[in-house]
C-alpha cells in the first residue's frame, strides 16, 4: 500500500546522507501529524481516528488552490489550513457527542469518505492520478536555502536537507508550543475533560466546545504535516492518505508516550528508523513479501506495546488515559 | 420532555407521529422505510427498485453475516473488533486453499473456512483478549491492539497469498430469471445460505439456553456470572460462531467478487454501519441492519455512480451515528 520512502534498496544507501534525509522528512512530517493525535488522545482523551484524512483535505486544498485557481503557495497554506479547521469542526460537531469507540468509527469512516472523494471527484481531484505542479514557490525557497547552506561552507548540500531543515524546525517549534500551551489554564481544562468529564462541566466548563477546539487544532496540524508530505512527493493522491497513515501515528504516538509531546518526535524517530532500516536486511524475498513484513512488524509492534507497555517509552503512568 | 398539560392538549400531528416513533422504533423505522420504497417505485419504477433489491441482498446477507458476529463480540466482550473484517478475508483465502489450491468442492472450503476462523478466534481469545480482560484493559488500549492484530493477519494473508486478485472455483455466469429479475446462480445461493443461517442465528438466539446466555451477558456480564452461568465458556462460544460467520461471509463474498488481502478492510466499514445501523450489540439489529445496507448501498447507484458505492456506506453509518446512535431499532436507553 502507502510505501512511505520509494528508494531502490541497496548497501550504498545505508550510508547514504539523501537516503536517511529522506528518512527525516517523513519522521518531522509524521512527528506534526502524531502531536494532533497527543493533542487529541493524550490531552483530551478523544480516540480520532480520522487524522489521515484532515491531511488528506490540508494537502489537496493546497494543491488545488495553487494549480487551479492560481493563488499564490504562500497564501494557500493558511487558506488549506482554515478549510481543514472547517472539516474537523464538521465532523466534531456531531460525532464529538457521541461515546469513545463510536467517535473512533465515525472518524474513521469520515476519513475513507475523505479519500474516496478524492478519489471519484476527478474533476475536482484528478481521480487516482492525483495532483501534481503545485512546487514551484517551494523550489525557489529551496534554491535559497541550499545557497544559505553553502554560505555555511556546505559545499554541494543535498537537495533534502532544505525541506529536512524546514520540516524539523517547524515540528520542533510546534512541539514546544504545545508543550507551553499545555501549561495554561486551557491546556489544564483539557487534561480535566480527560480525567472526568462531568466534574469538568460540573465546574462550569463546556467539555464538549473543548474538545472540539482539540480536533479543529490537530486537524490544523494534519494540515500542516500534508503539506510536508505533498511537497516531499511532489505530488498528492488517494493512496497516500489511507488509514494505514494513522495507524503508523498511532503506532509512533503509544511508542513515544501518551501525555507527552516530546515523546512523539521520539516514536516517530525510531519508528521511521526501524520501518526504513528494515530495508538493508538482506532477504531473498520479493518485495511484496518485503512489503507485508514490514506491516506485520508494525501490527505486532502496535499488539506488544499495548499488552506489555501501554504507556510508551516517555508516557507517565499516572497519566495513562488508557486505563478507564 | 418540555410537554406540559397545556402543550398536550395542542399537540401537532408531527409531535404525535415523534412521540409513536419514540415509543416504537422498530415500527416507525419500517414506516420511513416503506416511505422510501414508494418514493424511490414512483421515481424509478418497480422493475430497477425490484432488481437493485434482489442484488442488494446478497450483500446484505453477506454484511448481515459479519455483523451478527462483531455485535455478538462486541456486546459481550465491550471490544471493538477492527480485525474483524480481516476474520473474513482469512476465511475467504482458508475457502481458497482448499477450493482452488487443493481443487475440493467449494462446500468443504465453506467448512474448513468456518472451522478455521473460529479456531483463530477462540486463539485470539485464549492468547490475547482474556489476558487483556483480566488486566482491565482500557478501550483505547483494545481498540489499537484490534488494529495491530488486523494489520497482522491482513499483511500476513499479503505475505502467502501476494496481492494478485484470486477468484474461488465458483460459476458465475449462470443466471436465474424470475418474474422479468434477474439474479446470478451464485449470489441466489448466497441469499439462500444467508438467510438459512441468519434464521437459524435468530431462533438460536431467542430460543436455545447458549442464545439465551448469551444475550444475558451482552446485557450484563457480572450479573449473568452471578446468576451461575460459566461465563467464560459462553465466550468462547461467542467466539466460535463470530468467527464461524465471519468465515462463512468472507467465502460467499469471495464467492461473488474476488479475493484480495485488502477485502478484509473493505468489508470493516459496512459491517460497523450495519452494526450500527441495528444498534451496536444487538444481534437482531445487526441482522437487519445488514441486509437494509447491502439493499440501500445498491439503490444508490440509481443516483450516484457505482464508484461512490462504499462512500455511501460510510454516509450512512455517520448519519446513523448522528441521528440516532442507538440503532434505528434500538431505544435511546440502550445506550
Same mark, same amino acid.
Given at each position: ?324 | ?63 448481515? $453475516?459479519?455483523?451478527? #458476529?462483531?455485535? *455478538?463480540? +462486541?456486546?459481550? @466482550?465491550?471490544?471493538?473488533?477492527? !480485525?474483524?473484517? =480481516?476474520? /473474513? ?108 443461517? $441468519?434464521?437459524?442465528? #435468530?431462533?438460536? *438466539?431467542? +430460543?436455545?439456553? @447458549?442464545?439465551?446466555?448469551?444475550? !444475558?451477558?451482552? =446485557?450484563? /456480564? ?114
Amino acid at each position: 500500500m502507502t510505501d512511505v520512502l520509494p528508494l531502490a534498496v541497496s548497501f550504498e544507501a545505508l550510508t547514504s546522507m539523501g537516503f536517511w534525509l529522506g528518512v527525516g522528512v517523513i519522521a518531522g512530517a509524521y512527528t506534526i501529524f502524531t502531536l494532533g493525535l497527543q493533542l487529541n488522545v493524550g490531552f483530551t482523551g478523544i480516540y480520532n481516528f480520522g487524522q489521515a484524512g484532515f491531511m488528506a483535505v490540508g494537502a489537496y486544498s493546497m494543491a488545488i488552490f495553487v494549480t487551479d485557481t492560481g493563488i499564490n503557495f504562500w497564501l494557500a497554506l493558511p487558506l488549506s489550513m482554515l478549510i481543514t479547521i472547517a472539516f474537523g469542526l464538521i465532523v466534531g460537531l456531531p460525532s464529538l457527542r457521541l461515546r469513545a469507540d463510536y467517535f473512533a468509527i465515525a472518524t474513521i469512516a469520515a476519513s475513507e469518505a475523505i479519500r474516496l472523494t478524492a478519489l471519484n471527484a476527478r474533476d475536482l481531484t484528478g481521480g487516482a492520478q492525483g495532483i501534481f505542479g503545485f512546487g514551484d514557490s517551494w523550489e525557489s525557497l529551496q534554491d535559497t536555502i541550499e545557497g544559505w547552506l553553502m554560505d555555511l561552507g556546505w559545499s554541494d548540500p543535498d537537495t533534502l536537507a532544505p525541506l529536512f531543515i524546514v520540516v524539523w524546525i517547524v515540528a520542533i517549534g510546534l512541539t514546544f508550543l504545545l508543550s507551553r500551551v499545555q501549561g495554561t489554564p486551557w491546556g489544564r481544562v483539557l487534561r480535566a475533560v480527560r480525567e472526568d468529564e462531568d466534574a469538568a462541566r460540573a465546574l462550569g466548563k463546556n467539555a464538549y466546545s473543548y474538545k472540539l477546539q482539540s480536533l479543529a487544532i490537530s486537524a490544523a496540524l494534519a494540515a500542516i504535516a500534508g503539506f510536508f508530505l505533498a511537497i516531499n512527493l511532489a505530488f498528492v493522491i488517494p493512496d497516500e492518505f489511507g488509514p494505514t497513515f494513522t495507524f503508523v501515528g498511532y503506532s509512533m504516538l503509544v511508542l513515544g508516550g501518551l501525555a507527552s509531546y516530546w515523546g512523539v518526535a521520539i516514536g516517530a524517530i525510531i519508528f521511521e528508523t526501524l520501518l526504513e532500516g528494515l530495508r538493508f536486511i538482506d532477504l531473498p524475498i520479493s518485495e511484496v513479501k518485503i512489503a507485508a513484513l514490514r506491516f506485520i512488524i508494525l501490527g505486532l509492534i502496535l499488539i506488544g506495546l499495548m499488552a506489555f507497555r501501554p504507556q510508551g517509552i516517555l508516557g507517565k503512568r499516572e497519566e495513562m488515559v488508557l486505563g478507564d | 420532555m418540555e410537554a406540559g398539560t397545556v402543550a398536550v392538549e395542542r399537540e401537532r400531528p408531527l409531535e404525535r407521529a415523534r412521540e409513536f416513533a419514540r415509543g416504537h422504533p422498530a415500527q416507525a423505522a419500517l414506516v420511513v422505510l416503506g416511505a422510501i420504497v414508494i418514493a424511490l417505485v414512483a421515481a424509478k419504477g418497480l422493475h430497477d427498485v425490484a432488481q437493485l433489491a434482489l442484488t442488494g441482498l446478497s450483500t446484505g446477507s453477506i454484511y448481515a $453475516l459479519g455483523a451478527v #458476529g462483531l455485535t *455478538l463480540v +462486541y456486546g459481550i @466482550l465491550k471490544l471493538t473488533n477492527f !480485525a474483524h473484517g =480481516d476474520f /473474513l478475508a482469512f476465511g475467504a483465502y482458508m475457502a481458497y486453499v482448499v477450493n482452488v489450491s487443493w481443487g475440493l468442492p467449494l462446500v468443504l472450503g465453506i467448512a474448513v473456512a468456518m472451522f478455521m476462523t473460529a479456531l483463530l478466534g477462540v486463539v485470539l481469545e485464549k492468547g490475547m483478549w482474556g489476558p487483556m480482560r483480566a488486566r482491565r484493559a482500557g478501550v483505547l488500549q483494545l481498540i489499537l491492539m484490534s488494529i495491530g492484530l488486523a494489520l497482522v493477519i491482513r499483511y500476513g494473508i499479503q505475505y502467502f497469498a501476494g496481492t494478485e486478485l484470486r477468484t474461488l472455483d465458483v460459476n458465475n455466469t449462470d443466471t436465474i430469471k424470475f418474474l422479468g429479475l434477474t439474479l446470478g446462480r451464485t449470489q441466489a445461493i448466497v441469499i439462500l445460505i444467508g438467510f438459512v443461517t $441468519l434464521l437459524g442465528t #435468530g431462533v438460536m *438466539l431467542r +430460543y436455545s439456553l @447458549l442464545g439465551k446466555r448469551m444475550r !444475558a451477558l451482552s =446485557d450484563n /456480564l457480572d450479573l449473568a456470572e452471578t446468576a451461575g452461568i460459566d461465563t467464560s465458556r459462553v465466550i468462547l462460544w461467542t467466539w466460535v460462531f463470530a468467527g464461524a460467520f465471519a468465515g462463512l461471509a468472507g467465502v460467499l463474498y469471495g464467492a461473488t467478487t474476488q479475493l484480495q488481502p485488502e477485502m478484509g478492510f473493505e468489508l470493516l466499514l459496512p459491517i460497523f454501519a450495519a452494526v450500527v445501523l441495528g444498534g451496536i450489540g444487538d444481534a437482531f439489529g445487526a441482522l437487519a441492519g445488514g441486509i437494509l445496507l447491502g439493499v440501500v448501498i445498491e439503490w444508490s447507484t440509481m443516483f450516484v455512480d457505482a464508484g461512490w458505492k462504499s462512500a455511501v456506506g460510510f454516509v450512512v453509518l455517520i448519519l446513523v451515528l448522528v441521528i440516532r446512535p442507538q440503532g434505528i431499532f434500538g431505544k435511546a436507553r440502550t445506550l
